[in-house]
T-cell receptor, first 110, second 113 residues
Framework: EDQVTQSPEALRLQEGESSSLNCSYTVSGLRGLFWYRQDPGKGPEFLFTLYSAGEEKEKERLKATLTKKESFLHITAPKPEDSATYLCAVSSGANSKLTFGKGITLSVRP | DADVTQTPRNRITKTGKRIMLECSQTKGHDRMYWYRQDPGLGLRLIYYSFDVKDINKGEISDGYSVSRQAQAKFSLSLESAIPNQTALYFC????????????FGPGTRLTVL
């Protein structure tokens, strides 16, 4: 059974204070690792898909990296509008279903 | 216009009532999913469909049923709603292929009194 653990549960940063969010996973045959952003009361918004260890993807202040056991979402010089819950998910095997972590709630103070 | 739409966006109902949540998509994807989200529990898969003739149970299907009326439409029904089905419900779609990336609708907030 696939497992995804995200840490910390919540993170409070000052504007401009860079940090990283962690996603640890256990799967049998990773097909993909996914990062989503979710604002309160809204649907998850797709950010990145990573497929193999060593892969990196960037979008504005966000950079996602992948190893064989975990993924990091690095946030460089965050702004208050980056405040949201960040979800990590994995797919494995032949059925392409996603298994989600519980999310990390990021709060960026001005 | 949004690629994945859900109706209604909010619904308050009473215990024992039948409720249908609807999802439509214009992305042309074959695969559709229903999730519920509860505080502290994350997103959990209720049902999924890889094409019109393929329906599968997810991890928490008890008390729910689904109908795939067309490639673009996937409905979730609660035959007899109970209070612990109060949650945020999301529909998602993905394309057949190697990416597995799912795209989510805006959600339905359901309250069962």
């Amino acid at each position: 059974e696939d497992q995804v653990t995200q840490s910390p549960e919540a993170l409070r940063l000052q504007e401009g204070e860079s940090s990283s969010l962690n996603c640890s996973y256990t799967v049998s045959g990773l097909r993909g690792l996914f990062w989503y952003r979710q604002d309160p009361g809204k649907g998850p918004e797709f950010l990145f898909t990573l497929y193999s260890a060593g892969e990196e993807k960037e979008k504005e202040r966000l950079k996602a990296t992948l190893t064989k056991k975990e993924s990091f979402l690095h946030i460089t010089a965050p702004k208050p509008e980056d405040s949201a819950t960040y979800l990590c998910a994995v797919s494995s095997g032949a059925n392409s279903k996603l298994t989600f972590g519980k999310g990390i709630t990021l709060s960026v103070r001005p | 216009d949004a690629d994945v739409t859900q109706t209604p966006r909010n619904r308050i109902t009473k215990t024992g009532k039948r409720i249908m949540l609807e999802c439509s998509q214009t992305k042309g994807h074959d695969r559709m999913y229903w999730y519920r989200q509860d505080p502290g529990l994350g997103l959990r898969l209720i049902y999924y469909s890889f094409d019109v003739k393929d329906i599968n149970k997810g991890e928490i299907s008890d008390g729910y049923s689904v109908s795939r009326q067309a490639q673009a439409k996937f409905s979730l029904s609660l035959e007899s709603a109970i209070p612990n089905q109060t949650a945020l419900y999301f529909c998602a779609t993905s394309d057949t292929g190697q990416t597995d990336t799912q795209y989510f609708g805006p959600g339905t907030r359901l309250t069962v009194l």
